[in-house]
């Protein structure tokens, strides 16, 4: 159970953040996918009102980080700030930006994985031969935080249970399970247990032949699967190492990730959700999932609305979460021993 029974849908990052001061002051904090209008931005600002050492962003284009870094310092001049590029659809700019961040902090108390790409409306491959949701959504974080694990745990030598692996996912998990016998959606038999949940499709009017060739939003919700699979991989591998991991879903709200979203799909989300949330709200729950000190018995929870929730079991699956390390570790050429 979370700290603040009163936190919810409507609760904002700087409100959470102000009932967790003392937790953030003198941390730093690593944050994927930053943009100037973006969750990410949401939820360092709220952070950076409470004095942490140092914050390091990352994105795909210096020009909208060096947006961010000049508000941030214009608005928190004591704490550090670093941006670093990275296209997370990129094994070799992952390795670079890895590169660069371990080089400018000496330990790492969260990683907030972020960054996030949805609803592609064409098939595309990553430059290394992935589906573009999976190499974006997942591999890339995957190959990230393990490239930065041991600045993790020179943090968790010091704060046992204050380290925290934080990554976003979506309801939209629902769309579908993953697809190991067909990741790159390249139509190979799926199996049925690898169809998303029946209610949620039905919502949405998607049939099962869409899952016999690309649909964008089945392709996201594969990645998001991926995301709270990945979690609970860290939250097994890790507890022992004082690092706690969690997934959360943010909302749904008005963002640069949407754009690509059809009228259809829109229509629906506006149907079955209509209390849209703002930016701030967004990203509170993230901010729930990094400092709050009730979560560290909860290793591995998913979060909606600053609470724990229950996902569906085969986003949990511990044999399904093994798998998928196992065979991510083969997408991106190294493995990696927690």
């Known amino acids: 159970m979370a700290t603040h029974a009163e936190f919810g849908a409507k609760t904002t990052a700087t409100e959470v953040a102000n009932a967790f001061a003392g937790r953030i002051e003198g941390l730093t904090v690593v944050v994927t996918g930053v943009n100037p209008k973006g969750l990410g931005t949401a939820a360092v600002k709220a952070i950076a009102e ?52 371990n080089e400018a902090v000496d330990a790492i108390d969260v990683l907030l994985n972020n960054a996030g790409i949805m609803a592609l409306p064409n098939h595309e491959i990553s430059e290394n031969g992935f589906e573009m949701h999976l190499a974006t959504n997942h591999i890339g974080h995957f190959l990230l935080t393990n490239l930065i694990m041991d600045k993790l745990r020179q943090a968790a030598a010091k704060r046992p249970g204050s380290t925290r692996i934080v990554n976003l996912t979506s309801l939209g998990y629902q769309f579908s399970p993953f697809r190991f016998q067909d990741y790159n959606f390249e139509g190979h038999p799926v199996a049925e247990d690898e169809i998303g949940v029946e ?29 709270i699979l990945f979690t609970t991989y860290l939250a097994k591998h890790l507890a022992s190492a004082g690092i706690s991991s969690f997934a959360l879903h943010p ?35 993230s901010v729930v999932a990094a400092f709050d000190p009730a979560l560290k ?26 798998k998928l390390w196992k065979l991510t570790e083969k997408f991106v050429g190294e493995e990696f021993k927690l």
Request: net charge negative; aromatic share 10%.
């Open 50 to 101: 409470h004095s942490p050492a140092h914050i390091v962003i990352t994105g795909r284009t210096q020009e909208k980080l060096d947006e961010v870094i000049k508000d941030l310092n214009a608005s928190f001049p004591k704490v550090r700030t670093t941006s670093v590029t990275m296209d997370l659809s990129s094994l070799r700019s992952v390795r670079n930006a890895a590169a660069k961040i």
């Open 199 to 227: 209610s949620f499709l039905a919502s949405y009017g998607y049939p099962w032949e869409l899952y016999k060739s690309y649909d964008s939003m089945i392709a996201y919700g594969q990645s998001k699967t991926a995301n």
């Open 251 to 285: 909302g749904v709200i008005h963002t640069e990730l949407g754009r690509y979203l059809s009228q259809e799909v829109l229509s629906a989300m506006k149907f079955s959700v209509p209390n849209w949330k703002t930016q701030a709200e967004g990203a509170a729950t």
């Open 297 to 322: 018995d909860h290793t591995g929870a998913f979060l909606i609305d600053c609470q724990i929730a229950t996902p569906a079991p085969y986003a949990v699956d511990q044999d399904h979460a093994e």
